[in-house]
């Protein structure tokens, strides 16, 4: 079983519309997340992280944390197409030594 | 931007045979990390580093070996390449292991073992 589930695996939203994506970890240890996109093609690039309760705002990207579900939330606004990709989420221990455990990730394309 | 290059970026290889990956990055970071990416598995962790002289296994290390002679380079080996090695392989380098840390990827190798 994934340690860490990403939902939905795929996700089509129209152009200037919001995304929302999904990560929870199955590992009580895990205490940060990162967010990493991923264009066709490509190699994941990181977008957000966070480490703490809460929410944190970057821009028209947006990513939520409760460390008590070990659930993290991405949302981006006035998607574009541009937005489109693979968006993975990856969780991490403290003390583990910058390992990280990814998910599956969720494919994000953006009608216009 | 941190900068991680591998090499080759393609590569055909035979069964039975050799294949050696190879990752340099310019950041002076501690960490390097070997992964691959499936599809229905996502990108797992094959083997990693905290210097020059050190590796360590990650989750799938079996039929892997890794070296890393030096701060910047990071070698991934198949002494025996069999097809299911065929994949995708990237590299990452990231700081000191912290939580601040972002991993840097490079670009990736896409294997063909027939």
């Known amino acids: 079983q994934q340690k860490v589930q990403q939902s939905p695996e795929s996700l089509i939203v129209p152009e200037g519309g919001m995304a929302s994506l999904n990560c929870t970890s199955s590992?009580?240890?895990?205490?940060y997340f990162w967010w990493y996109r991923q264009h066709s093609g490509k190699s994941p690039k990181m977008l957000m992280s966070i480490f703490s309760n809460g929410e944190k705002e970057e821009g028209r990207f947006t990513v939520h944390l409760n460390k008590a579900s070990l659930h993290t939330s991405l949302h981006i606004r006035d998607s574009q197409p541009s937005d489109s990709a693979l968006y993975l989420c990856?969780?991490?221990?403290?003390?583990?030594?910058?390992?990280?455990?990814f998910g599956l990730g969720t494919t994000l394309q953006v009608q216009p | 931007e941190a900068a991680v290059t591998q090499s080759p970026r393609n590569k055909v290889a035979v069964t039975g045979g050799k294949v050696t990956l190879s990752c340099n990055q310019t950041n002076n970071h501690n960490n390097m990390y070997w992964y691959r990416q499936d599809t229905g598995h996502g990108l797992r962790l094959i083997h990693y580093s905290y210097g020059a002289g050190s590796t360590e296994k990650g989750d799938i290390p079996d039929g892997y070996k890794a070296s890393r002679p030096s701060q910047e380079n990071f070698s991934l080996i198949l002494e025996l390449a069999t097809p299911s090695q065929t994949s995708v392989y990237f590299c990452?380098?990231?700081?000191?292991?912290?939580?601040?840390?972002?991993?840097?990827f490079g670009p990736g190798t896409r294997l063909l073992v027939l």
């Open positions: 990856a969780a991490g221990i403290t003390g583990n030594t910058g390992k990280l455990i």
């Open positions: 990452a380098s990231g700081g000191t292991g912290g939580n601040q840390d972002t991993q840097y």
């Open positions: 590992d009580r240890n895990v205490d």
